[in-house]
């Protein structure tokens, strides 16, 4: 049965740092990982999906790697503003004829202070 | 687009009472599912479908019934709700895009509480 775990469970710090979130996952067979920021009372918003045969992913100022013989997912926040003051969410994916099935973490819940 | 809707957003509940979460999508995605939240824990899949009239269990999906009879409308329903149901509910939708990845969108959520 896969598990996800994330660490640290919270995170604060001052604006302009680079950060590093961290995902781990326990069954290595998966199709995809994926993470999510998740804002209070909202709903999830996608930031980076990355195949299991890609290494990493890159959005803006946001890069996701993808380790699958350790079972990791790191991600890499640059230049961070109070603006990314979210939960942050990964997920195993997987695979299925149609459709996944996403295994999440708890989430780890960032403050960047001005 | 209006993406994933859900209905309704709060709803306070008594240990015994019905009632249908309501989920909708205006994407066609063949492919959407029900998950909760509960403090300190991840998303956990209730049901989910794979395409109109099929339907799978999730990882959690003890008092739980949903059924998918058009593309668009996935319905939750809690048959006699209990305490333990108290969490809040999200919906998602996806498809197979040209990478062969499935891309996920979710609902703003259902925020439950039985008492």
């Known amino acids: 049965k896969q598990e996800v775990t994330q660490i640290p469970a919270a995170l604060s710090v001052p604006e302009g740092e680079n950060l590093v979130l961290n995902c781990s996952f326990t069954?290595?067979?998966?199709?995809?990982l994926q993470w999510f920021r998740q804002d209070p009372g909202k709903g999830l918003t996608s930031l980076l999906l990355i195949q299991s045969s890609q290494r990493e992913q890159t959005s803006g100022r946001l890069n996701a790697s993808l380790d699958k013989s350790s079972g990791r997912s790191t991600l890499y926040i640059a230049a961070s503003q109070p603006g990314d003051s979210a939960t942050y969410l990964c997920?195993?994916?997987?695979?299925?004829?149609?459709?996944?099935?996403?295994?999440f973490g708890a989430g780890t819940i960032l403050r960047v202070k001005s | 687009n209006a993406g994933v809707t859900q209905t309704p957003k709060f709803q306070v509940l008594k240990t015994g009472q019905s009632m249908t979460l309501q989920c909708a999508q205006d994407m066609n995605h063949e492919y959407m599912s029900w998950y909760r939240q509960d403090p300190g824990m991840g998303l956990r899949l209730i049901h989910y479908?794979?395409?109109?009239?099929?339907?799978d269990q999730g990882e959690v999906p003890n008092g739980y019934n949903v059924s998918r009879s058009t593309t668009e409308d996935f319905p939750l329903r809690l048959l006699s709700a209990a305490p333990s149901q108290t969490s809040v509910y999200f919906c998602a939708s996806s498809y197979l895009n040209s990478q062969l990845l499935y891309e996920q969108y979710f609902g703003p959520g259902t925020r439950l509480t039985v008492t």
């Open positions: 997920a195993a994916a997987s695979h299925m004829e149609y459709g996944n099935k996403l295994v």
């Open positions: 069954d290595s067979a998966i199709y995809n």
């Open positions: 479908s794979v395409g109109a009239g099929i339907t």
